[in-house]
């Protein structure tokens, strides 16, 4: 793109581009047709018309025309003549303001421009489907790391507006790293030993309390970083009891023998953490670290950096443990914090292969970081499989994401971990594939795991994610054109001098066998592209596979420009021709963009 000023003007049908504030460029501004595809499907089903030769573009299709389509070409069997009546009189409604009250069916262009809106014509199921009744180690689980942060994981500042926002958008597990305040009598909210600014831990609770189930009635788990004393950890309590009231779940037992399901759950908030015991053991203040040589705060992860950068709360909070060291909580504050845990949890104390041996009796949730998972893979991958059919594994970035980014998180999902735990405000590839993943199911934030991950053989033999499987199935993606970047961006946005030249990428996204790329070519100064392209992608494990789409600008001089980007999941997606919407690299929804695809699965 050019660095003159931009100058922009639209007349008659065409835009004019300005070349050194002396040349004048019109290019005609053509109008998105019906593909042929979309021709033939509104010939073969509609009724009427002149009949001209083989063409019945002027025919009309009413309910029981588009029931059949919506049965035969679009595969939704469930579809009742009073539904399909219904698209059709909100498609006539939105396009004829004059006449709706005469037209009973859809032409052409009306046929054509139903197929685009995607909230009549989505890619995938816009509502919960799975079966919700399950434990919740069987459910994929959207997950925030350091949910506080506005930024990246050193400087930023602690805030409760990333935790409403990341509710918001259906996220359910909120993480809190909770730390006394500088007089050591309330608690904050702040990434330790670092320069964020802390947040009181009572006005995210508040946020939590406010914002839990806005976007989803399914249980919001809130895992607690815990470097609290006794006293405090009491105080913690009596917060959370009041502020959620009702809405708090805990167990009566001390131990879950097994996870309660997400439909029994539904507005209800859990609390995941270190039982005081646990923690008080792995507590070690920085007199008893250096002698060890080991520096690590008394948490489940891992410090920031090697080098530690340490707040005045830290510090006061150190030398409060040296002097506490041997301090026990009393009768009425340990009972208070701990019944309220209703999902244990812990690092591993020695091997991961030890620590992921099942307990019959008992469940709990582990916390590994990604290097962690990785080596645990490579070496005992069926384990994690094992331990994960009963038990949650949440795994987090490693200390040196200083900036906020993300790992990969298909390999966590290979091997059945539950809380794949991302940095929100990190955006970028890795976080498109985790918006992708919680797009299904409704987008309530838990998604049934792959029957595969939960089976046992005869021999308590589980899925072996390393074992080279045969293909299932194929999908076929085929890209017809996109539609509205002329309304949500300016016309010089893309090239000062001409419109835009669109491409778009198609990736398949899963385990590493099917993981694949495609492109289609470019298409020179149109805002309507049109490809017409399609491409096969062989899937081995289909119920994992993401399928990313981005759209691009060519620049011939400098970095292709964005144009818009979507995740779905493949098990997700609905055959036939289908409106796909695109978000911005934030992934927030752009209001008008949009993509005309079809899928087909053999």
């Not at 009306?110 to 799975?130: A, G, K, M, S």
């Not at 105080?235 to 309660?260: C, D, H, N, R, W």
């Not at 909070?317 to 040296?322: G, H, I």
């Not at 999902?343 to 030890?354: C, D, L, N, R, S």
Request: aromatic share 10%; net charge negative.
């Amino acid at each position: 793109m050019g660095k003159e000023k931009k100058t922009e003007s639209y007349d008659n049908g065409s835009y004019n581009y300005k070349m050194f504030k002396c040349f004048n460029r019109k290019f005609k501004i053509n109008e998105v047709q019906p593909t042929d595809d979309v021709r033939d499907a509104f010939c073969q089903f509609s009724v009427g018309g002149s009949g001209v030769g083989d063409s019945k573009d002027d025919g009309v299709m009413g309910a029981e025309q588009l029931c059949s389509f919506l049965d035969d070409n679009q595969v939704n069997s469930a579809t009742t003549v009073a539904e399909a009546q219904h698209l059709i009189d909100e498609v006539i409604r939105r396009r004829h303001h004059v006449t709706r009250f005469t037209r009973h069916g859809l032409d052409l262009d009306d046929f054509f421009n139903f197929l685009f809106y995607d909230d009549l014509n989505p890619p995938i199921t816009p509502h919960v489907h799975q079966d919700m009744t399950a434990p919740l180690s069987h459910y994929f689980i959207y997950t925030g790391h350091n949910s506080y942060l506005t930024g990246n994981q050193l400087s930023s500042d602690c805030s409760e507006v990333p935790v409403i926002k990341a509710l918001q958008r259906g996220v359910r597990v909120i993480e809190l790293d909770l730390w006394p305040n500088s007089t050591g009598t309330d608690i904050n909210v702040l990434h330790g030993r670092t320069l964020t600014t802390p947040v009181p831990l009572i006005t995210c609770l508040k946020s939590i309390r406010d914002h839990a189930f806005c976007s989803s009635p399914y249980p919001v788990i809130i895992t607690l970083e815990d470097h609290l004393t006794a006293d405090l950890q009491a105080k913690v309590a009596e917060m959370a009891t009041q502020i959620f009231g009702q809405m708090l779940y805990y167990p009566e037992s001390e131990s879950l023998e097994e996870f309660p399901s997400p439909a029994s759950l539904l507005h209800r908030i859990m609390i995941s953490t270190k039982p005081p015991k646990e923690y008080l053991e792995s507590r070690n203040p920085i007199g008893k670290q250096k002698e060890n040589g080991n520096v690590s705060p008394s948490s489940e992860e891992e410090t920031p950096g090697t080098e530690e950068i340490q707040t005045l709360e830290s510090i006061l909070f150190y030398q409060d443990c040296d002097n506490k060291e041997e301090e026990e909580a009393t009768e009425d504050q340990k009972p208070a914090y701990k019944r309220l845990i209703t999902i244990h949890a812990g690092k591993p104390k020695g091997t991961v292969k030890e620590e992921m041996k099942v307990v019959v009796d008992k469940v709990r949730r582990l916390s590994l970081s990604e290097q962690e998972l990785d080596r645990t893979c490579s070496s005992n991958s069926q384990d994690v499989v094992r331990f994960t059919q009963k038990n949650l594994l949440r795994i987090y970035p490693k200390g040196t994401r200083f900036n906020s980014s993300n790992y990969k998180p298909l390999i966590g999902w290979t091997h059945g971990a539950q809380m794949i735990a991302f940095n929100m405000q990190g955006y970028g590839r890795s976080l498109w594939l985790m918006h992708g993943m919680f797009r299904a199911n409704g987008g309530c934030g838990y998604v049934k795991k792959p029957n595969f991950l939960m089976k046992k053989g005869f021999h308590d033999e589980v899925f072996d994610p390393k074992k080279k499987l045969h293909v299932k199935e194929t999908l076929k993606v085929k890209v017809y054109m996109g539609d509205g970047w002329r309304l949500d961006f300016s016309h010089t946005h893309f090239d000062t001098y001409s419109p835009p030249d669109f491409y778009t990428k198609v990736f398949i996204v899963g385990v590493p066998a099917d993981n694949a790329k495609r492109k289609t070519r470019v298409i020179e100064d149109n805002w309507y592209p049109i490809w017409d392209e399609e491409f096969s992608f062989p899937l081995t494990v289909p119920e994992l596979a993401l399928l990313r789409i981005e759209v691009r600008e060519y620049d011939m001089s400098d970095k292709d420009d964005f144009g818009g980007q979507t995740c779905l999941p493949v098990s997700e997606l609905r055959p036939g021709i289908r409106s796909v919407p695109l978000y911005d690299k934030k992934g927030e929804k752009l209001k008008s963009v949009r993509l005309l695809m079809r899928f087909i699965f053999e």
